[in-house]
């Protein structure tokens, strides 16, 4: 599986920004698919994901209301919707996937990740 996660860039607070994740070399649909955040000097964390099918999606506590998963299947890609960003949202944001089809919220339990993508939130 390659994951290529791109979208990122800078946004003042309040601003809004869209990540895609382009999926290959494997059954899309097989897959859950989460979007993990890395700050500097702090530890990965679970941002959001959604199960193979798109009907059932979770998110952190921080984003909840602000931020969306979504999944194409025709086009083998995931979303992630950011509004009302935060300076505390300033991270690289890696999406990964997870064989099986249900997510978690817990990184080791996904199988594949992609490459990161800038995100910076200035005040």
């Known amino acids: 599986v390659q994951l290529q996660a791109s979208g990122g860039g800078l946004v003042q607070a309040g601003g809004s920004l869209r990540l895609s994740c382009a999926f290959s070399?494997?059954?899309?649909?097989?897959?859950?698919l989460g979007w993990f955040r890395q700050a500097p000097g702090k530890e990965r964390e679970f941002v959001a994901a959604i199960s193979w099918s798109g009907g059932s999606t979770y998110y952190a506590d921080s984003v909840k209301g602000r931020f969306t998963i979504s999944r194409d299947t025709g086009k083998n890609m995931v979303y992630l919707q950011m509004n009302s960003l935060k300076p505390d949202d300033t991270a690289v944001y890696y999406c990964?996937?997870?064989?099986?089809?249900?997510?978690?919220?817990?990184?080791?339990?996904?199988?594949?990740w992609g490459q990161g993508t800038q995100v910076t939130v200035s005040s």
């Open positions: 990964a996937a997870k064989h099986g089809g249900w997510f978690d919220t817990n990184s080791y339990e996904y199988d594949y």
């Open positions: 070399g494997r059954t899309f649909t097989s897959y859950a």
